[in-house]
């Protein structure tokens, strides 16, 4: 079991499932653009990360642990599987951390509907205890 040192919580809105992520482009080809919700979401992450930063937030780990409280807008049905996509590449974007190839640890837990829907996001820098090092 790894052991976390530092560690920031952002509370961020709903977060847009990857399954309305991405649009066709129109033109015949496959491709794909990334939908204005992503982008607006991309923008209200950056925001938490600017300010948690300016509060003293830790420097960007090496390693890093993941846990997400997802409190969904409603009681219908929601994929929780569905969030980390663009929860994860808005945090990358953002700076939060370099790659997401960083995160040793990843959890997700449904909690109380909220109104708006929320996600309440706690990273932690990890590690290794002697037992993984040896």
């Not at 952002?10 to 939908?35: A, D, K, Y």
């Amino acid at each position: 079991m790894t052991t976390p040192t530092k560690q920031v919580t952002l509370i961020l809105p709903w977060v847009v499932s990857v399954n309305h992520c991405h649009r066709p482009s129109g033109s015949g080809f496959g491709r794909r653009i990334v939908t204005d919700e992503v982008k607006i979401y991309r923008q209200i992450v950056l925001a938490e990360v600017i300010q948690a930063r300016a509060r003293g937030a830790f420097p960007r780990p090496t390693r890093i642990g993941v846990m997400a409280l997802a409190s969904c807008p409603n009681r219908n049905r929601h994929d929780l599987d569905n969030l980390w996509k663009v929860l994860l590449d808005s945090c990358t974007q953002a700076g939060l951390w370099d790659d997401d190839s960083q995160i040793d640890d990843l959890h997700i837990r449904r909690g109380a509907v909220h109104p708006k829907g929320r996600i309440i996001l706690r990273v932690k820098e990890w590690v290794a205890p002697l037992e993984e090092v040896i």
